[in-house]
């Protein structure tokens, strides 16, 4: 059985960091793309980062480009969401969620409908007080 756990959300100043994880089980991150979304109340679920399932690289999404990095420990079977510098506007729920079919850079980076992806966690939230 597919699972995703998401971990790490807190409340956190403007200009702090923090890094969520994602724990997987049922499946082998080894073979599989991952990204990481978020959402706020009211607006869609956004693309933050991905890690490819075709070749592994990675890659962030425009609003947080150069401030969020998306990183997978193979060993443990986790993901993590490494975030620097952050603003009030990165407040959300995040999420990690994967796909055995879709390439989940395809909803990060490419535009596709992040419904693409079958398998979601339930969320952790992170605030991110001015």
């Known amino acids: 059985q597919v699972k995703l756990v998401e971990s790490g959300g807190s409340l956190v100043q403007a200009g702090g960091s923090l890094r969520l994880s994602c724990r997987a089980s049922g499946f082998d991150l080894d073979y599989f793309g991952i990204g990481w979304f978020r959402q706020v109340p009211g607006k869609e679920r956004e693309g933050v980062a991905c890690?490819?399932?075709?070749?592994?690289?990675?890659y962030s999404g425009d609003s947080v480009k150069g401030r969020f990095t998306i990183s997978r420990d193979h060993d443990n079977n986790l993901v993590y969401l490494q975030m620097n510098n952050l603003k009030p506007e990165d407040t959300a729920v995040y999420f990690c969620?994967?796909?055995?079919?879709?390439?989940?850079?395809?909803?990060?980076?490419?535009?596709?409908?992040?419904?693409?992806?079958?398998?979601w966690g339930k969320g952790t939230r992170v605030t991110v007080s001015s």
């Open positions: 890690i490819s399932s075709s070749d592994g690289s990675s």
């Open positions: 969620a994967t796909d055995f079919e879709t390439d989940p850079c395809n909803t990060v980076v490419r535009g596709w409908s992040v419904n693409a992806m079958d398998y």
